[in-house]
Structures are given as C-alpha cells and as structure tokens.
C-alpha cells in the first residue's frame, strides 16, 4: 500500500511530525460501525507501532497500518486537505473513500 500526500497535506501534517516522537497510521476505524465491513479511514497519530502494524512508505510520510484491514484499500491513493473546509479526503484514480477523513491526534 502506497499513499501519497498533496502539498496540502504535507503541510497541515507535518507540524505534529516534526520532532520525530509520533508516527502515521492508516486506521480502520470500526467502533460505533457494527461490523468492519462498515469501518471508515482515518489517520491517526501514534506514539509506536502495535505487534499487528506494518510500515509502508508514503510519500513524502511513511505510515503504519494493520494488513488485516488492506483489503479495504487499494495499493495506490492520496490523502489531500482542503484548507476551505478545514477537511482531509482519502481517494485513489477509481474512488472516493472519504472527504472528511479524520486526523485523529493525542487531543482528540
């Protein structure tokens, strides 16, 4: 799995990145779905990785994710942010996963 980050993203990202203590997951958010079939993206902020996460490189951000879950994603896609609506978007070339990914962080 791939993602890479519009300039937008990068930039409304990198400043919790900066002094290297957090890392990026690629979450599948299932609490309050039901049913994992029913889980929506979000990206999250992590402290280290658990024992069923794997890396892979974004660009320019690398990100961890659980492979149990890349079933639901496709190899390659793009987080952007839309500075108008204050809002992250998960899409690849043949869909649109969301337009109000969440940007979960330790305040949230």
């Not at 900066?18 to 992590?46: F, N, R, W, Y």
């Not at 942010?81 to 940007?103: A, G, P, W």
């Amino acid at each position: 799995m791939h993602i890479t980050f519009s300039k937008s993203a990068v930039e409304r990202i990198s400043p919790y990145l900066e002094d290297g203590t957090k890392k990026l997951k690629l979450l599948h958010d299932t609490e309050g779905c039901g049913c994992v079939v029913s889980g929506v993206p979000a990206i999250q902020l992590i402290d280290s990785p658990s024992v069923d996460d794997v890396q892979s490189q974004g660009d320019p951000f690398p990100f961890w994710y659980e492979t149990r879950h890349s079933v639901y994603y496709e190899p390659q896609m793009k987080i952007d942010y839309d500075v108008d609506r204050h809002s992250f978007s998960l899409k690849s070339d043949n869909q649109i996963y969301t337009t109000h990914l969440r940007f979960l962080t330790e305040t949230d």
